[in-house]
């Protein structure tokens, strides 16, 4: 094939987003096509149902827009009359869409006020965040008008944290008996631009005694914990007096703690993998917290 009329057909794509700039005033359209990146902003392949699982909205001079549809190859085109402010489009992602509540703006909008939330389980009523859920940004300048194509690479940022919960010695200092976990500190919604906002969450991961007579609970999936927040651990228990049959909703209240080891408050941030080891041998029920990753390598913790 003719290379020069390969070079054509490229541009084909492009030039047809002149017709949405304005009065045909080619001098002020800003043109754009973005892509996707493979991974994700530390290096991970973004998974094909992430990829599947994609939106993305056009705020210009900070309002919303429009909704962009990608084409067959994966990029989004984007034109706009340059004299109405700088763009950007925010691409979500997640690996699972029905997990998740994406709300769909009214044009005119504010980028700040646009946010995903958690979804409730309708049946056990137990707060959902899929284990992926991206977002990532690209800003376009005004400035870029008239003076051909700006093409552009949209980099996403994994938001949810995953915590694990690990008790030791629970039954030697409390008694053998079912145990609920609870943790709090947590947020139901986070903004486009990665401010965590709306109601308190408190989740109650299920968990089980293992081979060592530790508690170890599922793991949960969550948004970072919102600014001046913090993780709180919160145990409770049956009423030994009811010999331990007593319903989950009558378990006492045993103790909570939201200090690590070394007194400090523990937060959570996007992409943390981590887990929580409180040792019910010391006196301030003082927690541990490590990668889950080094966890799971059985190191051994003092």
């Known amino acids: ?31 754009c096509s973005l892509i996707v990146s493979q991974t994700d902003s530390v290096g991970n392949v973004l998974t094909a149902e992430v990829k599947g699982n994609m939106m993305a909205y056009l705020f210009i001079d900070g309002k919303f827009d429009r ?26 992602g997640s690996s699972n869409k029905d997990s998740t509540q994406v709300f769909t703006p009214a044009i005119g909008t504010d980028m700040n006020s646009m946010s995903v939330s958690v979804k409730r389980d309708s049946v056990t009523g137990e707060y959902l965040l899929p284990s992926s859920l991206y977002y990532g940004t690209y800003d376009i300048s005004s400035q870029s008008a008239g003076s051909g194509a700006v093409y552009g690479n949209i980099v996403m940022k994994n938001k949810p944290a995953r915590l ?16 609920r976990v609870e943790l709090s500190g947590f947020r139901s919604t986070m903004t486009y631009s ?4 709306g109601d308190s969450i408190v989740y109650v991961p299920s968990s089980s005694f293992n081979g060592s007579d530790q508690l170890v609970t599922k793991p ?8 001046g927040e913090y993780v709180t651990v919160s145990v409770y228990g049956d009423d030994p007096a009811n010999g331990g049959k007593s319903r989950a909703l009558a378990k006492t209240f045993i103790w909570d703690t939201n200090r690590d080891s070394n007194g400090n408050l523990v937060t959570l941030n996007s992409g943390d993998d981590k887990v929580v080891i409180v040792d019910c041998s010391s006196r301030k029920l003082a927690m541990t917290v490590m990668p889950w990753a080094v966890y799971t390598q059985h190191v051994v913790i003092p």
Do not use: E, W
């Not at 694990?164 to 145990?179: A, E, M, S, T």
């Open 1 to 31: 094939m003719n290379l020069r009329y390969y070079h054509y057909l490229l541009l084909l794509p492009l030039l047809s987003l002149f017709a949405s700039c304005i009065n045909d005033d080619y001098s002020s359209c800003v043109q």
């Open 67 to 92: 909704i962009v549809t990608s084409d067959p190859d994966g990029s989004y085109k984007i034109s706009y009359d340059g004299k109405l402010g700088n763009a950007s489009l925010v691409a979500v």
């Open 194 to 197: 990665g401010k965590i906002t």
């Open 220 to 227: 949960i999936n969550t948004f970072p914990t919102q600014k």
């Open 164 to 179: 694990h919960v690990v008790i030791r010695q629970l039954k030697q200092y409390f008694g053998d008996r079912n145990y």
